[in-house]
Structures are given as structure tokens and as C-alpha cells.
């Protein structure tokens, strides 16, 4: 009968008689030595558990993973429509609704407006496009300058109009109700209205009834302000890009250097300058390959 064989104990005795101890990994920690893995691990999950009182060490950096907002700063970067209409406006035929319904203010506002405030969506068209020509349907009895989107958005022109020294800046937030000029909020992280971009485009000519509106498709930029404490940060830049990425051409009203600069840097070269209405040059942009 054959013989059994027998599992050698964990504790086996070498050739000179002592026990035989299993060798350390030297990725384990030991008395004395710095962390192995073990307590990397654990340091890792003790920091990722911040503490109520923001008194945790931050986490560990994380390698950067395409596609997630926390590690795109372009993606942290959205422009959102000023949607608040007059009454009295012509109905748009086609309106998206506003994409964020509540909005984190500038630190400088928050004492009058709050801390955030809400999109009303009394100026929403319905698919015929009357619900606002109807005053009666209207779902919001409030004046249009009774809205805290109106009160936000003309703090920001009048720090335009004060740091530009800009006469009539703020007139861009009524032209904005009449549909005469469009503008955009500039949001960062939470939703913060850091800045804003005024414009007068293709639709904006139609309800001005300008001859020749439906082929003059060229974006006009009339003003575009971002909080100082936001600058330096990249919104104005990304601002931009998202309000452009379709056209090739645009104009912009009297822009300084760091407009200049941020439309060079997205592939715009300078075509021209004229003399807008207001005596300030209206300077023509068109991108590398593209004749105005």
C-alpha cells in the first residue's frame, strides 16, 4: 500500500533545529520602519472620511479621469440664457427652458439678493409662442423689474459700465427683456453667476426688423465682465468658446487686449475695424482661413 503523504507544518524546523519563520514582506509595515502598504491603505480610507469641521488632511490626489467634472475645468464652465422677457416683447417661437432654476449669486450681491436665486419661468413660450403676449396666461404677476434675475444681472452692467467706463451699459439688461440684445450668465462650480456676456445676434435683428437680418448671422459682442475675484481663472476664455464654437466670424465692440488676446488663442484673427453708432470701434474677428 502506498505511503500517505503528510502536508508539511507552517512551522517546519530547518536543518539546524530552529522554527522556521515565513519571510516579511518588506511591503508590509514593521515596528520602527515607515508605512507599508497596509497603513497606506488605511490612511487612504481615514482621509477620504472628511471630517464635519473641514479639520481632515484632503485626500490623496487621484489620477485624472477623462469625462468626470471634478477634473475638467472646461466642464466646469456653462453659460446660461437671461430667459426674463417683457410682456410687451415679441414671443420667441422656439425657447429653451433655462437649464439651472436656481443660480448662486456673487459674494458682493448676496446681502440684497441672498445667497442664490430663482429663474422665474413666467417668460417661457408655449409651442405657438403667445403665452406671454396673453398677459392673462402669464403664471408670474410680478413686474419684470421685480424679478431677482433683472436685480443680479443689472448689478453686473452698472461694475461694467463703473470699471469700463461705459456709458448706457445697463440699457443691455432691457434690451435683453425686449429681445433686442441677448445675455448670457457665465456660471462656475455651483452654479455661480461669476460674470456675464451681452450679444446681439441673428434672432436679436429679426425682432429689430434689420434689413437683411437672416443673412447676417455674425454674433455682435456688446460686453462681456467677470467678477474680480473669478479672473485669471479661465471663465471669460471658456465663456467664449461655448458662445462661438459654431461661427467662424464675430464682432465685438471696442475690445481691449485680453478679449484680443482670448479670441487669438481660439483661432480668431482680427479682419477689420470700423466705427460702431456710439463712436467706439467695432472690431471684425474671423477664424484662420476664413474670408470676410
Do not use: W
Request: aromatic share 6%.
Amino acid at each position: 500500500m502506498s505511503q500517505l503523504m503528510r502536508t508539511p507544518s507552517p512551522r517546519r524546523r530547518n536543518d539546524s533545529g530552529t522554527p522556521f519563520t515565513p519571510p516579511q514582506d518588506d511591503r508590509l509595515s514593521t515596528p520602527g520602519t515607515s508605512p507599508g502598504l497596509l497603513d497606506r491603505i488605511y490612511e487612504r480610507k481615514r482621509a477620504a472620511l472628511v471630517d464635519l469641521n473641514g479639520a481632515a488632511d484632503a485626500p490623496p490626489r487621484r489620477r485624472l479621469r477623462r469625462g468626470d467634472p471634478q477634473e475638467n475645468t472646461e466642464e466646469k464652465v456653462s453659460v446660461q440664457r437671461f430667459t426674463l422677457v417683457s410682456r410687451g416683447a415679441p414671443p420667441a417661437k422656439r425657447k429653451q427652458p433655462a437649464q439651472h432654476e436656481f443660480l448662486r449669486v456673487p459674494p458682493r450681491d448676496s446681502v440684497n439678493l441672498g445667497d442664490e436665486i430663482h429663474v422665474c419661468h413666467c417668460s417661457d413660450c408655449d409651442k405657438h409662442g403667445v403665452r406671454r403676449r396673453l398677459s392673462g396666461r402669464r403664471t408670474c404677476r410680478r413686474d419684470t423689474e421685480s424679478h431677482p434675475e433683472y436685480a443680479l444681472l443689472l448689478n453686473l452692467t452698472d461694475r461694467f459700465e463703473e470699471e469700463c467706463e461705459r456709458e448706457n451699459a445697463r440699457d443691455a439688461v432691457n434690451e435683453a427683456c425686449c429681445r433686442e440684445k441677448s445675455a448670457f450668465f457665465i456660471l462656475g462650480p455651483g452654479s455661480t453667476a461669476v460674470g456675464y456676456v451681452a450679444a446681439e445676434v441673428a434672432a436679436n435683428r429679426r425682432v429689430q426688423g434689420v434689413q437683411d437680418s437672416d443673412d447676417d448671422k455674425t454674433p455682435f459682442v456688446t460686453q462681456i465682465y467677470v467678477e474680480p475675484e473669478f479672473r485669471k481663472q479661465g471663465y471669460a476664455s471658456q465663456a467664449l468658446s461655448l458662445l462661438l464654437r459654431d461661427h467662424g466670424e464675430v464682432r465685438v465692440d471696442a475690445p481691449g487686449d485680453i478679449v484680443s488676446h482670448i479670441l487669438k488663442g481660439q483661432g480668431f484673427i482680427c479682419a477689420g475695424s470700423k466705427e460702431g453708432t456710439d463712436g467706439r470701434p467695432v472690431v471684425a474677428f474671423a477664424r484662420e482661413g476664413i474670408n470676410v
